[in-house]
C-alpha cells in the first residue's frame, strides 16, 4: 500500500469516527449555531488559523534541514535513557498479549489523529470560541518545541535501539506504515513523545468541556490513555519519552491559556464567538 493508500484509509477512518463522535455528543441546536454563526467564528479565530498554518508549513519545509542539523549538533541521548529506565519497555511488551498488538497498531495510526481532529471540531462548536482558540495554541506549542526537542537530542526508540529486546510490532503487522512515518518523522524523533503530549492535551481539554460533551470525556479518556501506551507497546518510545511527553501536554496547555488571555486583552468571558471562558469548565449555555 502505497503513502497515498495510507493516507487515504486514515483519512476515511478518522473522519468516520469524527462523525460518529459528533453524532453522539452534538445537538442538533448546537450543530444549527454553528453553522449559523460559522462566518464569525472563523473571523473569530482567522488570526490562530494563520498563525497554525505557517508553523506547520515550515515545520514541513524544514523538516531535512533540521535533520541534518540535529545529526550535527544534537546530544546522542539514547545510551543514557537505556541507562535510567533500562528494558522497561521490553517487560511491557512481554506482558501484553500479541492478540492485541493489531488494536494498539490501529489506536497509534488512526487514535491519535481522530483524537486531534475532534477535539477540534467540538470545541469549535462551543457557544465560545476562547477554548477552540487555546486548542490551537497548545498544538502549536507541542508541534513548535517538539521540533526543537528532535533538532537539540538525537534518541532512537526501542525497537531501534535494543531490537534483540524490543519488536517493532507496527512495521512488522503493516509494513507500508513505514511511508507514513517517514514522511513526517524520522527515527531520531522520539524524545518527547508528541504522541502522548498532544494526547493528554485533547484529555485536559476533554475534561475542560466535560459539563458540555460528557460523552466526548469518556471517549478521549479512553482513545487517549490507549494512545499513550501503545507507543510502548509497538517499541516506538521508551517510558522516559512519555514521561517528557506527559510534561510537554499539560505545561502547553496552562501555557496556552495565558498566551490566549493575553492575546484577548484579558475580556470578560462571553457565550460569543470569541470571549474567553473560566479555565475550569465549557458549559453551552
Known amino acids: 500500500m502505497a503513502l497515498p493508500s495510507v493516507a487515504i484509509v486514515t483519512a476515511v477512518v478518522v473522519g468516520l469516527g469524527l462523525v460518529a463522535t459528533c453524532l453522539l455528543c452534538l445537538t442538533a441546536e448546537q450543530v444549527r449555531r ?5 462566518d464569525r467564528r472563523i473571523a473569530s479565530t482567522a488570526p490562530y488559523l494563520a498563525v497554525a498554518a505557517v508553523v506547520f508549513l515550515l515545520k514541513w519545509i524544514t523538516h531535512d534541514e533540521r535533520l541534518d542539523l540535529s545529526y550535527a549538533i544534537g546530544w546522542r541521548m539514547t545510551e543514557s535513557i537505556y541507562a535510567v529506565e533500562g528494558a522497561f519497555v521490553a517487560v511491557l511488551q ?3 498479549p500479541p492478540s492485541l498488538y493489531g488494536f494498539f497498531s490501529g489506536i497509534y495510526m488512526f487514535g491519535f489523529s481522530y483524537l ?3 477535539a477540534a471540531v467540538l470545541t469549535f462548536a462551543l457557544p465560545s470560541q476562547r477554548c477552540f482558540k487555546e486548542l490551537l ?4 506549542l507541542n508541534y513548535s518545541l517538539g521540533a526543537v526537542c528532535y533538532t537539540l537530542f538525537v534518541a532512537y526508540g526501542p525497537r531501534n535501539w535494543i531490537p534483540a529486546r524490543v519488536d517493532g510490532v507496527l512495521y512488522d503487522l503493516y509494513p507500508q506504515t513505514q511511508e507514513v512515518t517517514a514522511a513526517v518523522s524520522a527515527k531520531t524523533n522520539v524524545f518527547p513523545s508528541l504522541h502522548t503530549s498532544l494526547s493528554v492535551v485533547v484529555l485536559l481539554f476533554a475534561w475542560r468541556t466535560h459539563g458540555t460533551y460528557p460523552r466526548w470525556s469518556s471517549i478521549a479518556t479512553f482513545v487517549a490513555s490507549s494512545v499513550v501506551l501503545s507507543t510502548m507497546v509497538l517499541g516506538i518510545h521508551w517510558l522516559f519519552d512519555v514521561v517528557a511527553g506527559v510534561a510537554l501536554g499539560i505545561g502547553s496547555a496552562v501555557a496556552a491559556s495565558r498566551i490566549v488571555d493575553r492575546a484577548e486583552g484579558g475580556d470578560p468571558p462571553t457565550a460569543s464567538d470569541d470571549g474567553p471562558v473560566a479555565i475550569t469548565s465549557e458549559t453551552d449555555d
Open 34 to 38: 454553528t453553522i449559523d454563526t460559522f
Open 94 to 96: 512481554d506482558l501484553i
Open 116 to 118: 486531534l481532529f475532534t
Open 137 to 140: 495554541v497548545a498544538y502549536l
